[in-house]
């Protein structure tokens, strides 16, 4: 007697789920890339309204250090002094060495870090400052603001 | 002739593509959501700055500075703050900013608490547009003042 053969079975595989799954990825792939996934972080400090454009009230000298940014090539770079000791254009890293030193020296990290800036600096370098002093282990820093307004 | 009753379907309903859709838009929600907590800022890298979770700085007033126009320099003010029932976002003049931190730090006084000023400055303008914002915080004796940056060194060695 023979046995005929049963007929194959079709396989068909279902492709919805796959579909599902790759929409998934694709979504959550895309909006990731998009979200410039860097680590956001402040810059605190605690400035002193008595010294600032609205006070003037008391004025206690303490030993500071005054950071001075100059514009160089309309924001493309900024020249550095700290207590008119020229430091270089851009030369961060040299700034938080300078500093280590002050602090090797015997500078209380108390004492106030002002940071100067002319108005045509780009806000990075600011920061960059301020981040120098801060990784310098100063906990004072100060701004330089100018009575007469400038910006808009 | 007897008709027999049609033996019943069992009604199972497939919760799977459910599933997968509700998972498609909560991923979707969730970032981007994220993607619209604040104003596009190409925010300062700093390598010092520290991290903060979410609510650890109270009662802030956040001012994002950001260039507008060609070369960058003008800039627009937009400022987010809490008003202890909603949050509000608004565009500002720079001569809007010193009355509203004024009112912000007046409230704060009267109910006891210390206000914040979050600075969320692009790193492309200038002191000067940000320095508005830093006298503004003088005039209302502000004193504690927060710059958002980003964590690290920027990638390619920028200053």
Redesign the interface.
Known sequence: MRHRLAPAAEVVPNL??MV??I??LL??FL??A??NL????????????SS????GAKVEIKPRITIA?QDRGN?A??NIYVVDQEIGE?R?DALVTYLRDRVRAGADRENPVVVG????????????A??AA??AGFRNIQ?A???R???? | MLKRPPTPVSMTLNLAPMVDVMMCLIVFFLLASKLADHAPVDLPWAAAAKSVKPGEITNPVTITVRPAGEGGDAAEYLVKSWDGQKVTEQALRPQDIDPLLQSHAARAAREGQQLRCVIRADRAVRYRHVEVVLRACGLAKIGSVVFQANQGVEAGGGA
Do not use: C, H, K
Not at chain 1, 38 to 49: A, I, K, N, S
Not at chain 1, 52 to 55: A, I, M, N
Not at chain 1, 117 to 128: L, P
């Open positions: 919805a789920p599902d799954v929409m998934v979504v959550f909006l990731g998009s979200l860097v680590e956001q972080g402040v810059l605190q400090t605690e400035l002193d309204p600032g454009p609205g006070g940014l924001g770079a900024a851009n961060f800036a002319e108005t045509e600096v780009r806000w990075q370098f600011v920061i960059s301020m981040d801060v990784q701004f603001v100018s009575m307004p400038s910006g808009g």
